[in-house]
C-alpha cells in the first residue's frame, strides 16, 4: 500500500563516525514530532552504504546496501513500520550518477575494476576513458605530482602512498613500487595535469561516474531501491542529478516500469528560469528549486534595483557586464577544469566523423556559453541545439567548420551526443552556481540554485501564471525553500531579500563600516558584509560558534570565487587578510552597529520570512520542510546547512504555538492533510486586492475553500499604512486558521492583517 503524499520533512542523516550521529532509529524517534507537526512522509537522505565518515551520504559505496552506520536494513524496517502504524511514509533520496571512490577499498566495484582491468565483471558499470592512456590503463590524478610514483611502495597485494591503497592485478607484485605500478591496469598522475581516464561529477575525482544507460548496471545498482518499494518500506524516492546520466529519460522511463505507476518521483532537475520540466518525463516533478526561486523573488522589491546596483558598481564592477562574465566562466570551466571531459568530447567527435579542426575546443565552449540550461536534448528543447549552433557562429564566424563537424558528429553518433549534453550541464554547474553565485554582490539572496540573480525578483504576474500552470501540469511536484544544497537557508535569504527595500539605509551603514573595518576588496566585501547580515544574531553576541562558521563560510566563499583566491591555488595572504578582516568586524565596532541594524530590520525581514513559508507550503505542488526550518534558521550553504538540529526545542514551540514560523508551518500542514480536495487536487486562482497598497498583498485561492494571501515590502508600508485596501474574498464566510478571526466578502487589509502578515483562510460550512 503507497501512503499518498502530502508533504514531507527533510532529514540529513549522519552515522556515527561523522562526527554526531542521526540513524533511522534518531529518526523513528521523531515520528510522533513530524505527525503532529502535520508532514505525511519523513523524506531520507541517502541511505545507501556511503563512504566512512560521510557526512551526506552521496559518496554511495556500495548501492546493493542499506548503510549499517545508520541502521543498517533492520532499523530501515523499524522505522517505515512505526511510520506505517502512524499512518506515515518515508521518502528516500537515491543517487543514480556517481558512486565514491576516494577510498577504493570500500568500493568492491571500483576495486575490482582496478585489479582486473578491462577484464573486470564491473568494467562496463562505469565510463572509463580506456583510450586515454596509450597502453589501455586507467588514468587515476591521485597523485600530487607525476614525480609521488617514485615513493610507491607494495604491502600485502596492495600499491600503497601514505593513506593511498590500491589493489595490484594477479601476478604483478614482484619489484619495487615504481615497478609494480608500470604493470597495474591503472596510471598514476599528478592531479594537476588535468587528465581523469573517467567520467566524474563535475570535477569531483573521487566520485565515479556509473552508466545506467546499461540495463545490468541500472538493475544491479537498483535493486534494492526496488526492495524497498516492493516490500512497502517507502513510497518514493527523489533522484540526484538525473541530467548527468547519458539519457535521463530512459533511466527515468526504466524506472518508473521498476517502481510502478503510484511511486512517488521526483527530479532533482535545475531548470532554466525560462525552461519548463519535459512533459513526457514519467515523474511528479521537480525537487523545487523553481518554486524556490518565485517564492522569494516576490518579496524583493524591485524599486531597490538601480541603488543596489550602483552599490556594486562604485567597487569597479560593471554590472551590466555580468552576462559577458558568465560567458567567460563557462568557457574557462569547459577549456580548464573540465579539460579532460573537453579532449574527451573531442576524441569521440572525431571517431564519429572522421575529421577534426584545431578549433573544434573552442568551438565546443563557445557554443556552451549559447545554451541556458544543463542539457537540452529532452524532446520540449529539441529547438535549442541548432539555434545555439547559429548564435555562436553568427557571433564567431571563423568557428563555422569547427562547429559543421560537431553538428555532424552529434547528428551520426550517440557518444559524442551524450558526453555534449553531460559536459554542457557540468559546465554550469562550475561556471554559475561554484563560482557567479560567489561573486554577483547586488543582492546575494538571488544567487541561489535554479535562480537568475539577474533578474531583480518576480513580479506576482509571473508568480500566479507559474502557479497555475504547475497546478495544471504538475500538481505533485515538490515545492521547497531550503534545501541541502541551498547556498544560504530560506531566512538567511528573507533578510537579506529586505534590503532591497531599504537600498539608501544599506549604503549608509555599508560605507561607515568600509571606513572601520575596510575589507580587503571592496567587491568581496560587499558579497560577504551581505552575508554577515543575514546571519548575524539579534542579541549580537559572538560566539566562538558563529566566528567559526563566518570564518568557514567566508573560506569557502572567496575560494569558490576564485577571483583572488581558490582551491587549487589557494592565496593564503588574501585569505589571512579576509579572515584578519572578518575577526575585525567580529570584535569591533561594527559589530554593535550590525545589532543595531538587524534589529531595526528583523520585524520586516520575520514578515517576508513567514510570507515566504506560507507560500511554500500552500502553492501547487507538495510541500518540504528542511529539517529544523520550521523555527528560524540561519543556516548558510553546506556544511553549515548540516549541523545538528536541536528537536527538544521544537517540539516544546510546537506544544506552545507561540513562535510564529512554527504556528504558520503546523497550521498550513494540518489543514492540508485535512483538505486535500483543495490542496492536491483543487486548483488554483489569483485574487487581486483592490485599493491604495493593493501591491503588498500577495493572494490566491485553492479549491473551493481555501484562501492565502501574504504581506510584502512591509518597510514602505509601515510609512503608508494600508489606507483604503481591501482584498475581495469570495462569496461566503472565512475563518482564519492561523489566529481564528472571521471574514467575508470585502475585506480591509488592516483587519485581515492585524494579528500575523499572514492569513489562511478556511470557508465556514453551515
Known amino acids: 500500500m503507497v501512503f499518498p503524499v502530502s508533504a514531507t520533512y527533510r532529514l540529513q542523516l549522519r552515522g556515527a563516525s561523522s562526527g554526531f550521529a542521526f540513524t533511522f532509529a534518531d529518526a523513528e524517534n521523531l515520528l510522533d514530532y513530524l505527525d503532529d507537526l502535520g508532514v505525511s ?24 546496501t ?118 597495474q591496469h591503472y596510471r598514476l598522475v ?18 565515479a561516474g556509473l552508466r545506467q544507460e546499461d540495463r545490468a548496471v541500472f538493475d544491479a545498482s537498483h535493486a534494492e531501491v526496488a526492495r524497498w518499494v516492493r516490500e512497502g518500506l517507502v513510497d518514493g524516492v527523489r533522484i540526484d542529478h538525473p541530467d548527468g546520466l547519458a539519457d535521463p529519460a530512459g533511466y527515468l522511463g526504466w524506472l518508473r516500469e521498476l517502481l510502478g505507476p503510484e511511486a512517488w518521483i521526483v527530479i532533482e532537475k535545475i531548470l532554466g528560469v525560462d525552461e519548463a520540466l519535459e512533459p513526457t518525463l514519467p515523474v511528479a516533478g521537480t525537487t523545487g528549486y523553481d518554486v524556490l526561486r518565485e517564492v522569494g523573488g516576490v518579496f524583493v ?62 568551438a565546443v565552449s563557445a557554443l556552451l556559453t549559447h545554451i541556458d540550461v544543463y542539457r537540452c536534448d529532452y524532446r520540449g528543447l529539441s529547438a535549442m541545439l541548432p539555434a545555439a549552433l547559429a548564435e555562436t557562429q553568427a557571433e564567431r564566424p571563423e568557428l563555422g567548420p569547427a562547429l559543421a563537424i560537431l553538428a555532424a558528429a552529434v547528428s551520426a553518433s550517440a557518444e559524442p551526443a551524450t558526453r555534449l549534453q553531460q559536459l554542457c550541464g557540468a559546465v554550469t554547474a562550475k561556471a554559475v552556481e561554484d563560482c557567479l553565485f560567489y561573486r554577483d554582490a547586488r543582492l546575494v539572496s538571488l544567487n541561489e540554485v535554479g535562480g537568475e540573480p539577474h533578474r531583480f525578483g518576480v513580479g506576482v504576474a509571473e508568480f500566479h501564471q507559474s502557479a497555475a500552470t504547475r497546478a495544471r501540469l504538475w500538481p505533485a511536484a515538490m515545492t521547497t525553500l531550503t534545501t541541502h544544497d541551498t547556498k544560504r ?14 537600498p539608501s539605509l544599506w549604503t549608509e551603514f555599508l560605507a561607515r563600516w568600509e571606513i572601520q573595518a575596510p575589507s580587503p576588496d571592496p567587491a568581496t566585501g560587499q558579497f560577504l558584509w551581505q552575508n554577515i547580515f543575514g546571519v548575524w544574531p539579534m542579541s549580537g553576541a559572538v560566539t566562538e560558534t558563529l566566528r567559526e562558521r563566518l570564518h568557514s563560510y567566508a573560506e569557502k566563499a572567496i575560494r569558490e570565487a576564485a577571483w583572488h583566491t581558490s582551491w587549487n591555488d589557494p592565496d593564503s595572504e588574501f585569505e589571512d587578510a579576509v579572515h584578519r578582516w572578518l575577526d575585525t568586524v ?92 483543495c490542496f492536491e487536487h483543487g486548483d488554483y486562482a489569483a485574487i487581486l486586492a483592490v485599493g491604495q497598497a493593493s501591491d503588498h498583498i500577495v493572494a490566491f485561492r485553492r479549491g473551493p475553500d481555501i484562501v492565502v494571501a501574504v504581506t510584502r515590502w512591509t518597510m514602505r508600508l509601515a510609512e503608508t499604512g494600508w489606507g483604503d485596501t481591501v482584498l475581495p474574498l469570495p462569496e461566503g464566510s472565512w475563518t482564519d486558521r492561523l489566529s481564528g478571526a472571521m471574514s467575508s466578502g470585502p475585506t480591509a487589509a488592516a483587519q485581515l492583517f492585524a494579528d500575523l502578515p499572514v492569513v489562511l483562510l478556511e470557508r465556514d460550512h453551515a
Open 489 to 502: 537557508g530560506e531566512d538567511v535569504r528573507a533578510r537579506i531579500g529586505v534590503l532591497s527595500q531599504v
Open 301 to 362: 522589491d524591485p524599486d531597490g534595483a538601480d541603488a543596489l546596483t550602483a552599490l556594486v558598481e562604485s567597487t569597479g564592477v560593471d554590472y551590466a557586464a555580468m552576462p559577458k562574465l558568465l560567458k567567460e566562466l563557462k568557457i574557462h570551466a569547459a577549456t580548464d577544469t573540465l579539460a579532460s571531459e573537453l579532449a574527451r568530447l573531442r576524441r569521440s567527435i572525431v571517431a564519429a566523423v572522421g575529421a577534426d579542426d584545431a578549433l573544434l575546443p573552442e
Open 41 to 64: 512522509h519523513l523524506y531520507l537522505s541517502p541511505i545507501l552504504s556511503a563512504a566512512k565518515g560521510s557526512t551526506h551520504g552521496y559518496d554511495v559505496t556500495d548501492p546493493t
Open 586 to 677: 567580529l570584535d569591533g565596532p561594527v559589530a554593535h552597529e550590525l545589532t543595531q541594524l538587524v534589529g531595526q530590520l528583523h520585524p520586516h525581514a520575520a514578515s517576508d520570512a513567514l510570507g515566504q513559508k506560507l507560500l511554500a507550503l500552500t502553492v501547487p505542488g507538495i510541500p518540504d520542510v528542511y529539517q529544523g526550518t520550521e523555527l528560524w534558521d540561519d543556516s548558510l550553504v553546506d556544511p553549515d546547512n548540516r549541523r545538528e538540529v536541536d528537536y527538544a526545542a521544537r517540539r516544546t514551540a510546537l506544544k506552545a504555538l507561540q513562535h510564529p514560523k512554527i504556528r504558520v508551518v503546523t497550521t498550513a500542514l494540518r489543514l492540508r492533510r485535512a483538505r486535500p480536495d
Open 190 to 207: 599528478g592531479w594537476r595535469r588535468g587528465v581523469v581516464g573517467y567520467r566524474r561529477f563535475f570535477s569531483i575525482t573521487s566520485l
Open 66 to 183: 542499506v548503510s549499517e552506520d545508520l541502521g543498517g536494513p533492520d532499523g530501515l524496517a523499524r522505522l517505515a513500520a512505526a511510520a506505517r502504524n502512524r499512518g506515515m511514509g518515508l521518502i528516500v533520496d537515491v543517487v543514480p550518477n556517481h558512486v565514491g571512490i576516494d577510498d577504493p577499498q570500500q568500493n568492491a566495484w571500483w576495486w575490482d575494476v582496478l585489479r582486473h582491468g578491462p577484464d573486470s565483471q564491473f568494467a562496463s558499470y562505469f565510463d572509463i576513458d580506456w583510450a586515454l592512456d596509450e597502453s589501455g590503463r586507467i588514468v587515476l590524478p591521485l597523485l600530487g605530482s607525476d614525480d609521488d610514483v617514485a615513493d610507491l611502495s607494495v604491502e600485502q597485494d596492495m600499491l600503497r602512498l601514505g593513506d593511498l591503497a590500491l589493489p595490484v592485478a594477479p601476478g604483478t607484485g614482484d619489484g619495487t613500487g615504481p615497478e609494480v605500478h608500470e604493470r
